[in-house]
Protein backbone atom coordinates (compact mmCIF):
# COMPACT_ATOMS: atom_id res chain seq x y z
CA UNK A 1 0.00 0.00 0.00
CA UNK A 2 1.49 3.57 -0.55
CA UNK A 3 1.89 5.46 1.79
CA UNK A 4 -0.22 8.83 1.49
CA UNK A 5 1.22 12.43 2.11
CA UNK A 6 -0.57 14.97 4.82
CA UNK A 7 0.58 17.72 2.43
CA UNK A 8 -0.89 16.53 -0.54
CA UNK A 9 -4.24 14.95 0.61
CA UNK A 10 -5.30 11.65 -0.70
CA UNK A 11 -2.68 11.87 -3.36
CA UNK A 12 0.34 9.81 -2.71
CA UNK A 13 3.80 11.52 -3.77
CA UNK A 14 4.18 9.48 -6.69
CA UNK A 15 0.74 10.20 -8.25
CA UNK A 16 1.13 13.87 -8.71
CA UNK A 17 0.76 15.25 -11.96
CA UNK A 18 4.53 16.81 -13.64
CA UNK A 19 2.73 20.29 -13.53
CA UNK A 20 1.88 19.88 -9.75
CA UNK A 21 5.80 18.73 -9.35
CA UNK A 22 6.97 20.67 -10.85
CA UNK A 23 4.66 24.08 -9.11
CA UNK A 24 5.83 22.48 -5.51
CA UNK A 25 9.56 22.28 -6.87
CA UNK A 26 9.33 26.47 -7.50
CA UNK A 27 7.84 27.21 -4.94
CA UNK A 28 10.07 25.31 -2.95
CA UNK A 29 13.59 27.00 -3.94
CA UNK A 30 11.58 30.63 -3.87
CA UNK A 31 10.93 29.51 0.31
CA UNK A 32 14.23 27.87 0.60
CA UNK A 33 16.50 31.13 -0.37
CA UNK A 34 14.36 33.14 1.27
CA UNK A 35 14.99 31.05 4.96
CA UNK A 36 18.63 30.75 3.84
CA UNK A 37 18.96 34.83 3.68
CA UNK A 38 16.38 35.11 6.35
CA UNK A 39 18.27 33.38 9.23
CA UNK A 40 21.83 34.58 8.67
CA UNK A 41 20.45 37.35 10.43
CA UNK A 42 21.69 38.14 13.95
CA UNK A 43 19.81 36.76 16.51
CA UNK A 44 17.18 35.36 14.02
CA UNK A 45 16.64 32.60 16.14
CA UNK A 46 16.24 34.46 19.44
CA UNK A 47 13.71 37.41 18.02
CA UNK A 48 9.95 36.17 18.05
CA UNK A 49 9.75 39.21 15.55
CA UNK A 50 12.04 38.05 12.59
CA UNK A 51 10.88 34.68 13.25
CA UNK A 52 7.16 35.45 12.98
CA UNK A 53 7.92 37.92 9.69
CA UNK A 54 9.53 35.29 7.90
CA UNK A 55 6.56 33.06 8.45
CA UNK A 56 4.20 35.56 7.34
CA UNK A 57 6.17 36.16 4.35
CA UNK A 58 6.35 32.47 3.71
CA UNK A 59 2.62 32.21 4.21
CA UNK A 60 2.14 35.18 1.73
CA UNK A 61 4.36 33.89 -0.36
CA UNK A 62 2.10 30.49 -0.41
CA UNK A 63 -0.84 32.24 -1.33
CA UNK A 64 0.61 34.68 -3.81
CA UNK A 65 1.20 31.18 -5.49
CA UNK A 66 -2.18 30.11 -5.72
CA UNK A 67 -3.95 33.22 -6.30
CA UNK A 68 -4.19 34.78 -10.26
CA UNK A 69 -2.36 38.22 -10.77
CA UNK A 70 -4.73 40.91 -11.77
CA UNK A 71 -3.55 42.46 -15.28
CA UNK A 72 -1.98 46.27 -15.07
CA UNK A 73 -5.02 48.37 -13.75
CA UNK A 74 -7.84 46.34 -15.25
CA UNK A 75 -8.46 44.10 -12.75
CA UNK A 76 -8.90 40.99 -14.88
CA UNK A 77 -6.91 38.16 -14.31
CA UNK A 78 -4.25 37.66 -16.54
CA UNK A 79 -4.41 34.09 -16.59
CA UNK A 80 -6.15 31.42 -14.16
CA UNK A 81 -4.90 30.17 -11.00
CA UNK A 82 -2.29 27.25 -11.41
CA UNK A 83 -4.71 24.60 -10.10
CA UNK A 84 -8.22 24.63 -9.24
CA UNK A 85 -9.87 25.12 -6.18
CA UNK A 86 -10.17 21.15 -5.49
CA UNK A 87 -6.63 20.05 -6.22
CA UNK A 88 -3.25 21.22 -4.52
CA UNK A 89 -4.09 24.97 -4.25
CA UNK A 90 -6.64 24.25 -1.72
CA UNK A 91 -4.68 21.62 0.08
CA UNK A 92 -1.54 24.41 0.36
CA UNK A 93 -3.90 26.87 1.22
CA UNK A 94 -6.07 25.09 4.06
CA UNK A 95 -2.43 24.14 5.61
CA UNK A 96 -0.36 27.28 4.66
CA UNK A 97 0.06 27.71 8.48
CA UNK A 98 1.09 24.10 9.03
CA UNK A 99 3.42 24.72 6.32
CA UNK A 100 5.31 27.32 7.80
CA UNK A 101 5.37 26.10 10.91
CA UNK A 102 7.35 23.16 9.48
CA UNK A 103 9.56 25.34 7.25
CA UNK A 104 10.40 27.01 10.16
CA UNK A 105 11.25 24.04 12.12
CA UNK A 106 13.48 22.47 9.68
CA UNK A 107 14.96 25.72 8.87
CA UNK A 108 16.13 25.84 12.63
CA UNK A 109 17.45 22.31 12.07
CA UNK A 110 19.24 23.11 9.19
CA UNK A 111 20.48 26.81 9.68
CA UNK A 112 19.58 26.85 13.28
CA UNK A 113 22.39 27.11 16.07
Known amino acids: ?3 KSELF ?13 NFLVD ?6 EVIKRETIAVDFWESYTKQKRLKTYIGNHLLQK ?3 KASAGKGVAES ?5 ADSLAKIIFNK ?9 ELAYYHYGK
Open 80 to 84: PAPYH
Open 27 to 32: LTRDVI
Open 66 to 68: LVP
Open 96 to 104: RNEITQKLL
Open 9 to 21: GQKASNELSDEEV
Open 1 to 3: MTK
